[in-house]
């Protein structure tokens, strides 16, 4: 009797903290629609719960998160949980006719999905659309409990999410664009966290302030939730340690200036150690290409207890538009934590190597008379993606034959000057189709994506579903096979979920096809998007049920 106490008192002391660990964390998102009203002018909203930005969605590593949406507009909804992993739960991860058909009017669907192994700041947003202008919000993962951050503990941390504001219905701005065939109007400000802060000619509008006390310090889990441009972020006076970016912790650095593309996340700490005041936060346009943007700085306020609202803001002046140094500078500078308790497993062995081109393309199009009968267009090495009607992961896991094809080219079709512009009376039209790449579980990948040059060199910010990743390098021209890879840093490059293209540049980056499924891979500009900058990845199973994609849930709305 008593060996068996003994024995049902080590067992509970083995199994209790991990059942105390981890919990399932249930949220309901209502996507309904709500009037509002910035740039003194009001239009309605898709929103999530009534909210802009959407509720943040807390949870900790090892937590199962189970969210109910209901859809209650008259657009079809999906939402993507950008940067959580989904092992083996591709049915959770969102964008709609990849993983999933999407939510219709007056119907739900529950994500599920484990955290496993990840900690940090993502986001969630609609994957469907031009809806995540409105819909999106923070996804912070706290780390175990009793689990420290490697770095000094903040008196508060802050989440602070940058997106950009139309007047006008973003659904009605893209549609007229591609009836035109030509780009879309650009926005008509900058949100930090919903507010544009001061803007001419509107001087009803207010700003987003954050209170700080002297001397303590605070985490900024800063987010880029804008649809279609990178930004800069700073704060007059005060320097900012960057430690996160993408939920991957990094070596400490201090910057006065961040550039955070669309899809990034990035942990700033800030320490209140200047004179009390107030002091101007900015989020403005980072374009090094000639390309038209929003030009207009959001402004918010760090505002020290204890001083008078009525007293002088301290002013910063934003970089300028093509401030391409700072960029790199800052890009430069990101470098992976590789502690013993996180080190950086870079692939050194190499299964897959591939070359993707990035770029822009013009194909034909009668009814476009705005565009002379022709429209930009999107690709990767030239081939400019064809949503289905039925999502990739539901044809894949049931055999249904006819949705996709798995010729997706891993290297250019045809070899030129990249970076430079097509030869002479080489052709500016892509090809098109739904295909995919196809990898082996657990296959190796080193993939270098190009910027090209053929209608205008441009930053592309490229996010991989379903996997982190290593930056392993970067350069400006075209990729050099021969001598750029002795360059490469194998030992403490970043790890990402979106990476950053240079205008008229590369990145490498490599990865472990660790996780089966079907896995979207696209520009996170959404306009790019929209003209078909996007591929997908499909990821074979395994060897047995810990290796292989779990069956879909009940509830998977159908197309």
Same mark, same amino acid.
């Given at each position: /009797? ?28 209502? !996507? ?22 959407? +509720? ?55 994500? =599920? ?22 819909? &999106? ?13 490697? #770095? ?20 009605? !701005? $893209? ?12 926005? @008509? ?18 700003? #987003? ?13 800063? $987010? ?21 970016? @993408? ?8 910057? @006065? ?12 700490? !800030? ?22 943007? @929003? ?28 401030? %391409? ?21 870079? +692939? ?15 194909? *034909? ?14 690709? !990767? ?14 044809? &894949? ?6 949705? #996709? ?24 039209? %892509? ?10 579980? =657990? ?27 290593? *930056? ?5 021209? =075209? ?9 490469? =840093? ?20 490599? #990865? ?22 996007? /591929? ?24």
């Amino acid at each position: /009797m008593v060996s068996s106490i003994r024995f049902l008192v080590l067992f509970l002391a083995c199994i209790l903290p991990a059942l105390v660990e981890s919990r399932i964390r249930h949220y309901k998102f209502n !996507v309904v629609l709500r009037n509002s009203t910035k740039l003194c002018s009001s239009k309605p909203i898709v929103t999530v719960n009534g909210q802009f930005p959407g +509720p943040t969605l807390y949870a900790r590593e090892d937590d199962t998160v189970l969210v109910k949406v209901t859809n209650h507009v008259k657009y079809n909804v999906s939402i993507h949980w950008h940067g959580i992993r989904q092992l083996r739960t591709g049915w959770a991860d969102g964008p709609a006719y990849i993983t999933q058909c999407p939510i219709p009017t007056g119907q739900s669907y529950v994500y =599920n999905f484990t955290i496993t192994g990840q900690r940090g700041t993502l986001l969630w947003h609609a994957h469907i659309l031009w809806l995540r202008a409105t819909v &999106h919000g923070a996804l912070i993962v706290l780390p175990k409990r009793g689990v420290p951050y490697p #770095f000094p503990a903040p008196h508060k941390e802050v989440p602070v999410v940058l997106a950009e504001w139309w007047k006008s219905n973003t659904e009605a !701005v $893209i549609n007229q664009a591609l009836k035109s065939g030509l780009a879309p109007n650009v926005s @008509d400000a900058h949100t930090i966290n919903g507010h544009p802060g001061l803007v001419p000619n509107c001087s009803s509008q207010g700003g #987003f302030t954050l209170p700080v006390e002297n001397g303590k310090t605070y985490l900024l889990r800063i $987010i880029n939730a804008a649809l279609n441009e990178e930004l800069f972020f700073k704060i007059a006076g005060h320097n900012l340690t960057i430690v996160e970016v @993408d939920a991957t912790y990094v070596k400490p650095f201090k910057t @006065d200036t961040i550039v955070i593309a669309p899809g990034q996340t990035t942990n700033a700490l !800030v320490t209140a150690n200047q004179n009390s005041g107030k002091y101007m936060v900015a989020a403005s346009p980072f374009m090094d290409s000639p390309i038209a943007v @929003d030009n207009l700085t959001a402004t918010a306020t760090l505002h020290y207890t204890g001083t008078l609202a009525s007293t002088p803001t301290t002013l910063t002046s934003a970089p300028p538009q093509n401030a %391409t140094q700072v960029a790199n500078s800052f890009i430069n500078s990101l470098k992976a934590l590789n502690s013993k308790k996180f080190p950086a497993k870079v +692939p050194l062995k190499i299964d897959h190597n591939l070359l993707f081109t990035v770029g822009l393309g013009i194909n *034909s199009c009668p009814s476009c008379k705005a565009a002379n009968g022709s429209r930009v267009v999107a690709s !990767v090495n030239n081939v400019t993606f064809v949503m289905p009607t039925t999502a990739l992961l539901q044809a &894949h896991f049931f055999n249904k034959s006819g949705v #996709f094809t798995t010729d997706f080219p891993g290297n250019p079709p045809t070899a030129f000057n990249f970076s430079g512009g097509l030869p002479a009376n080489a052709s500016l039209a %892509t090809t098109s189709g739904t295909k995919l790449y196809r990898l082996a579980y =657990n296959s190796t990948v080193q993939l270098v994506l190009q910027d090209t040059g053929t209608v205008a060199p441009e930053n592309h910010p490229i996010h991989l579903h379903g996997f982190n990743f290593f *930056s392993v390098g970067r350069g400006i021209g =075209n990729y050099n096979p021969k001598t750029d890879p002795k360059k490469f =840093n194998l030992v403490d490059p970043v790890e990402r979920n979106t990476a950053n293209v240079p205008t008229g540049g590369w990145v490498a980056i490599r #990865f472990i096809a660790d996780n089966p499924g079907v896995w979207f891979m696209h520009c996170h500009l959404e306009v790019h998007t929209t003209w078909g900058l996007k /591929m997908a990845f499909l990821v074979d199973n395994g060897k047995g049920p810990n290796q292989s994609l779990l069956p879909p849930p009940k509830d998977l709305p159908k197309c």
